[in-house]
């Protein structure tokens, strides 16, 4: 895994593809900012309580949106990050091979725990954050755009071998609306709780949009590792967020 990421960084294209990933981090925090304050702006309280609240979200309210988009770019690199170990280690021994699906689900709970470390550790410390946007919900989102995420660049160089992958990630996501005892009221509403957050997937989207096609234009990303080259991606614009956020902030300060 380390030679993927060494491979990465050592790559013609790379300076470049970091210049535009830390750029379009502090250009979206900026836009979320305004948009979120001048709409805030708009919303006159009807009582000194109301008022008071507005004035506290005019504050806090991009924090917290900008933190539910990090939750789902952080819970992209955990199932990544599994997802290189498990190709890592295939094929398994004949003895295993029929439980590779399994081994992939322990993979995919490895993430998770992984995930909630990484949110006490770093994410919780770094960004104020809301029970308004759930992180079951944003972890929903997540899983959801990596199955994008692995459709698309699989379409784009033309490979097949992580059909298993886009498999797994789809039963998850469909578990997660239908079970035996649904109904399709039951359905309806949890895909509208879920997606209460869209906002915060479409701004997700917007980054991994723009992450995806400059390091594919760069050949920072490419076809022959392309769960490393996605995972070494992602961890790397975490590292880019933070510093180019860090630097933000010192500026606003």
């Not at 593809?17 to 305004?34: F, K």
């Not at 917290?64 to 789902?72: A, D, H, P, Q, T």
């Amino acid at each position: 895994m380390l030679d993927e990421i060494f491979e990465i960084t050592t790559a013609e294209g790379f300076p470049a593809w970091s210049v535009i990933a830390g750029v379009s981090t502090i250009l979206l925090y900026l836009v979320v900012t305004i948009v979120i304050r001048k709409k805030l702006l708009n919303k006159k309280g009807s009582s000194r309580e109301e008022a008071e609240e507005n004035a506290r979200a005019f504050v806090a309210e991009p924090e917290y949106f900008f933190n539910s988009v990090m939750e789902i770019m952080v819970s992209n690199t955990c199932i990544f990050g599994v997802l290189c170990l498990y190709y890592r280690f295939l094929p398994l021994p004949e003895a295993l091979q029929d439980y590779s699906s399994l081994y992939l689900l322990l993979l995919i709970v490895v993430a998770i725990v992984i995930n909630n470390v990484i949110d006490m550790m770093w994410l919780n410390r770094t960004w104020a954050s809301t029970n308004r946007y759930p992180k079951s919900h944003l972890r929903m989102l997540s899983s959801i755009s990596i199955l994008l995420i692995i459709i698309v660049v699989s379409c784009v160089f033309d490979v097949t071998k992580y059909v298993s992958v886009i498999v797994m990630m789809l039963g998850l996501v469909l578990g997660r609306f239908i079970y035996f005892d649904s109904s399709v009221e039951g359905i309806v509403g949890e895909i509208r709780t879920v997606f209460r957050c869209w906002k915060s997937l479409a701004v997700a989207l917007v980054l991994m949009a723009i992450l995806l096609v400059s390091g594919i234009a760069l050949e920072v990303i490419n076809s022959d590792n392309m769960v490393f080259s996605l995972f070494a991606a992602h961890f790397i614009y975490l590292l880019l967020t933070e510093l180019s956020i860090r630097v933000l902030k010192a500026v606003q300060s």
